[in-house]
């Protein structure tokens, strides 16, 4: 069984063409053909059936193109352990982030992992919280950096930082005007747009003025951070929200912050991995840069109010 065949038989498939194929190879169309044709004859029986809006894998398809997948993978993870046995990060690396986070480290984590390790294929996907601990917990992604309510008694991972939450007002707003801080009770008169549960946002804001026995107005649920800093900025309601994503309308004089105190409202982030495959060197290289640029933001003040926890090791 010639390898190359197989990597044509999953582009074909994953790009609906054989020309796309033949360009995401660099191979001559017909040679992606004959690639196509060796492994249908030895398997007996056609894999990839041609229609004029592009190329699908047959029922026999499916089931080489699923065993092919795993001989691929076990091929890159034998030739990542080789190399690891030289302390060489290598080979894909999947990590999941939180909305918040992906908006504010993702670039500079892109940027750094192909400076200083080339041969490490970073791939990043932004979900919310409880999405990526099940993504973690399966195996869908290799690591994944999600937050915590600060009473959680679930932590199953590395903590990297604890932030602070603030309330959020307009501009325009007097009632707050100058104020650093706000006492938590002050909140409870206030109309809140929130995002809905399950966002771990929402479950640890609830979970916090219960376990203080006091009760918030939310009047509108909307999970779109945009569509929320534009309500509020209109002088209409108020959110709670961390720093990173609303800086910009503060500093433009949009929004006001005041952080929640009396008492604190936080909330951790945690770096976790799945068990479903060893902590590689790719892995530990990936989880040290993110601790360098979280400990780099400290230091340039770009997200406020924030404790860092976790520490560079080899």
Same mark, same amino acid.
């Given at each position: ?76 993870? $034998?030739?990542?352990? &080789?190399? #690891? +046995? ?7 690396? *999947? /990590?999941?982030? !939180? ?124 999970? $779109?951070?945009?569509? &929320?800093? #534009? +309500? ?7 959110? *709670? /929200?961390?720093? !990173? ?70």
């Amino acid at each position: 069984m010639d390898i190359r065949k197989l990597k044509t038989l999953v582009l074909i498939a994953e790009l609906g063409s054989i020309s796309a194929a033949a360009r995401a190879a660099r191979l001559a169309q017909p040679a992606v053909s004959q690639h196509l044709l060796a492994l249908e004859k030895e398997f007996g029986s056609q894999l990839i059936e041609r229609r004029r809006q592009g190329a699908e894998a047959t029922e026999a398809g499916k089931i080489v193109l699923e065993h092919a997948r795993q001989i691929l993978s076990h091929l890159e993870r $034998a030739k990542s352990d &080789v190399l #690891e +046995l030289q302390g060489h990060a290598f080979g894909p690396v *999947i /990590l999941g982030l !939180p909305t918040t986070v992906a908006a504010t480290v993702s670039a500079k984590l892109i940027r750094r992992i192909a400076l200083k390790h080339p041969d490490v294929r970073l791939r990043i996907v932004e979900s919310l919280s409880g999405y990526l601990k099940e993504w973690v917990d399966s195996g869908r992604v290799d690591l994944a950096v999600l937050y915590e309510p600060s009473d959680s008694k679930t932590l199953g991972g590395e903590v990297l930082m604890i932030e602070a939450l603030y309330l959020v007002s307009s501009g325009r707003d007097s009632r707050f005007s100058g104020m650093s801080t706000v006492d938590a009770s002050t909140i409870t008169v206030l109309p809140l747009v929130l995002p809905g549960r399950p966002h771990a946002l929402r479950v640890l804001i609830d979970r916090f003025f219960a376990a203080n026995e006091l009760d918030i107005d939310v009047h509108v649920e909307l999970d $779109a951070t945009v569509a &929320v800093r #534009e +309500l509020v900025s209109e002088d209409l309601v108020y959110t *709670i /929200l961390p720093f !990173p994503p609303i800086e910009d309308d503060v500093i433009r004089g949009k929004l006001q912050v005041h952080q929640i105190v009396s008492p604190h409202l936080q909330r951790i982030l945690v770096f976790c991995r799945s068990h479903h495959h060893a902590y590689s060197v790719a892995f530990r290289a990936v989880r040290n840069e993110l601790v360098t640029i979280l400990a780099e933001l400290k230091t340039k003040n770009d997200w406020r109010c924030w404790e860092i926890k976790a520490t560079n090791f080899v």
